[in-house]
Nanobody, 115 residues
Framework: QVHLVESGGGLVQAGESLRLSCVAS????????MGWYRQAPGKQRELVAS???????IYADSVKGRFTISRDNAKNTVYLEMNSLKPEDTSVYYC?????????WGQGTQVTVSS
């Protein structure tokens, strides 16, 4: 079993920054990717950014240029640096880990951006 714990969410004003962290523990081996998704009320969960073990990353168009994903492989941790936050970034942000044999989700952390 894999356990993911997110932290770093909160309430900020538009234009401000936040840094999310997600630490993975448990039966971790051969991670393919770690990433961030978000889900706003009444909307489907969507990809924000994902970082592959080979080093490449993908981003949602809505966050390109503002958000940066990074990983510390030694610590099984993924980060999401969020700059120039907008009210439409308000969501619950979930961490996801993909490895051989399974995909795992964290419980989520709330990010609220006020205008």
């Amino acid at each position: 079993q894999v356990h993911l714990v997110e932290s770093g969410g909160g309430l900020v004003q538009a234009g401000e920054s936040l840094r999310l962290s997600c630490v993975a523990s448990g039966s971790i081996f051969s991670i393919n990717a770690m990433g961030w998704y978000r889900q706003a009320p009444g909307k489907q969960r969507e990809l924000v950014a994902s970082k592959f073990t080979g080093g490449s990353a993908i981003y949602a168009d809505s966050v390109k240029g503002r958000f940066t994903i990074s990983r510390d492989n030694a610590k099984n941790t993924v980060y999401l640096e969020m700059n120039s936050l907008k009210p439409e970034d308000t969501s619950v942000y979930y961490c996801r880990l993909n490895q051989q044999g399974g995909m795992y989700w964290g419980q989520g952390t709330q990010v609220t951006v006020s205008s």
